[in-house]
């Protein structure tokens, strides 16, 4: 069983930045990947990191969102910078065997962190 909790959400202005953190057990096992939710919309992969570092990201945030793993302190990290109001959202980090942006292959989440940034 592997436990997630992430923090740093909150609220911004358009082109402000955030750093998620998500502190948890066994991350050298895993994948990790970053999802978010909007009211009324399905979940969506934001970023992956592969067990060996490799990344993917989505179209959306590419280029304004980096993934990072401390594995000395079991932490995954979300950089997002310049953030737009379509950023908003919950976001959630999950565990999983692959490096893949579909929510369905990932076996552990977090309960989630609030992100709104304001035009």
């Known amino acids: 069983q592997v436990q997630l909790v992430e923090g740093g959400g909150g609220s911004v202005q358009s082109g402000g930045s955030l750093r998620l953190s998500c502190a948890g057990s066994r991350f050298s096992t895993y994948a990790m990947g970053w999802f978010r939710q909007a009211p009324g919309k399905e979940r969506e992969g934001v970023a992956a990191m592969a067990r060996d570092g490799r990344t993917t990201y989505a179209d959306p945030v590419k280029g304004r969102f980096t993934i990072s793993r401390d594995f000395a302190k079991n932490t995954l990290y979300l950089q997002m910078n310049n953030l737009k109001p379509e950023d908003t959202a919950m976001y959630y980090c999950?565990?999983?065997?692959?490096?893949?942006?579909?929510?369905?292959?990932?076996?552990?989440w977090g309960q989630g962190t609030q992100v709104t940034v304001s035009s």
């Open positions: 999950a565990a999983g065997e692959f490096i893949e942006l579909r929510p369905e292959l990932y076996m552990f």
